[in-house]
């Protein structure tokens, strides 16, 4: 089990808005530590979407926006577009673990 | 850019070496790590190196077992990995890591990833 819980799984239509939740502990995320999203096509490397719980990288759309709140973090997804078919993952940093965390990984189908 | 090479196909007990060969940033500036993912599976973080090369974290999984190291007057990345086990097969990324001093590790520029299979 990862350390960050993720749902393995979540879709809507296009033009939808869907969430990604990423729980933690106090350890990590309810420590104050920040959280980081990325988005992974089929044989590609990840690409980071959102850094420091809701910064957008240059060239990312702001249908991606993050939150962070207590022990958790979500990532919102706009205006669904079938290119956004993907696996999301979160990272954080754990201090009981003394190194980074990602989340298990959740898949967007776009229906 | 970022390019790692050294996968392949190393027997259990095995060692493996992977390099990570950077260019268009000032390397000795940045932290670095290595992220694998098992095939069908998710993202896993292994190691971190400071950029210096003096502060160095483990995933509990590798502890003990892998070694990442920096050349910086090559700019170069490795991990070497000893008695390697069937669970360490994956692909292997190297990443440039902001954030180092607040404790925020993320990477916004990643390899593009060499496969380790281990298997006799």
């Known amino acids: 089990q990862s350390v960050l819980t993720q749902p393995p799984s979540v879709s809507g239509a296009p033009g939808q808005r869907v969430t990604i939740s990423c729980t933690g502990s106090?350890?990590?995320?309810?420590?104050?530590?920040?959280v980081h999203w990325y988005q992974q096509l089929p044989g590609t490397a990840p690409k980071l979407l959102i850094y420091?719980?809701?910064n957008r990288p240059s060239g990312v759309p702001d249908r991606f926006s993050g939150s962070k709140s207590g022990t958790s973090a979500s990532l919102a997804i706009t205006g669904l577009q079938a290119e956004d078919e993907a696996d999301y993952y979160c990272?954080?940093?754990?201090?009981?673990?003394?190194?980074?965390?990602f989340g298990g990984g959740t898949k967007l189908t776009v229906l | 850019q970022l390019l790692e090479s050294g996968g392949g196909l190393v027997q259990p007990g095995g060692s493996l070496r992977l390099s990570c060969a950077a260019s268009?940033?000032?390397?000795?500036?940045?932290?670095m790590s290595w992220v694998r993912q098992a095939p069908g599976k998710g993202l896993e973080w292994v190691s971190a190196?400071?950029?210096?090369?003096?502060?160095?974290y483990y995933a509990d999984s590798v502890k003990g077992r892998f070694t990442i190291s920096r050349d910086n007057s090559n700019n170069t990345l490795y991990l070497q990995g000893n008695s390697v086990r069937g669970e360490d097969t994956a692909v292997y990324y190297c990443?440039?890591?902001?954030?180092?001093?607040?404790?925020?590790?993320?990477?916004?520029?990643w390899g593009q990833g060499t496969l380790v299979t281990v298997s006799s």
């Open positions: 990443a440039k890591v902001s954030g180092w001093h607040s404790v925020s590790w993320y990477s916004q520029e």
């Open positions: 268009g940033f000032t390397f000795s500036s940045y932290a």
């Open positions: 190196i400071s950029n210096s090369g003096g502060t160095t």
């Open positions: 106090s350890s990590n995320i309810g420590a104050g530590y920040n």
């Open positions: 420091g719980n809701i």
């Open positions: 990272q954080s940093y754990d201090s009981s673990l003394s190194g980074s965390v």
